[in-house]
Nanobody, 124 residues
Framework: QVSLVETGGGMVQPGDSLRLSCAAS????????MAWFRQAAGREREFVAS????????SYADSVKGRFTISSDNTRTNLYLQMNNLKPEDTAIYFC?????????????????WGQGTQVTVSS
C-alpha cells in the first residue's frame, strides 16, 4: 500500500508561482513512475506532468509546458510540481499519482495510487 499526500496549494494571482509537494509513504519504490493530474470544477481529470521510474524522462501537457516543472527525489518519497506564471485556467484540484508497473502515462486510469488533492486557485 502507498499513501500520497499533497500540500502547497492556495490562492494566488495571475503570474504568481506555487510549488506543490507530494509526500509518499508505505511501499513506495524508486522504480515507480509518478505524475500530477488536475481536475477543474465540472471537468474531467486531466494530465499535467509525469516523471518516469528512472527519473530520466519527464512529460508535460501542452497547456503547462514551459511554465511547470515536475521533479522528485531519487527515492520517490517526495514529488514536486513547480508552477510559474500561473493563469486563471490553471485553477483546479491537483492530484499526485503513482504507477507501479511500466512507464509513465498521461492516462489517469493507468495509475495505482492517488492522493486526496490540493486546491489551486488563480484569480485576480
Amino acid at each position: 500500500q502507498v499513501s500520497l499526500v499533497e500540500t502547497g496549494g492556495g490562492m494566488v494571482q495571475p503570474g504568481d508561482s506555487l510549488r506543490l509537494s507530494c509526500a509518499a509513504s508505505g511501499r513506495i519504490s524508486s522504480t515507480y513512475s509518478m505524475a500530477w493530474f488536475r481536475q477543474a470544477a465540472g471537468r474531467e481529470r486531466e494530465f499535467v506532468a509525469s516523471i518516469s521510474g528512472s527519473g530520466s524522462s519527464t512529460s508535460y501537457a501542452d497547456s503547462v509546458k514551459g511554465r511547470f516543472t515536475i521533479s522528485s527525489d531519487n527515492t520517490r518519497t517526495n514529488l514536486y510540481l513547480q508552477m510559474n506564471n500561473l493563469k486563471p485556467e490553471d485553477t483546479a484540484i491537483y492530484f499526485c499519482a503513482a504507477k507501479l508497473m511500466g512507464g509513465a502515462s498521461p492516462q489517469p486510469g493507468a495509475y495505482d495510487y492517488w492522493g486526496q488533492g490540493t486546491q489551486v486557485t488563480v484569480s485576480s
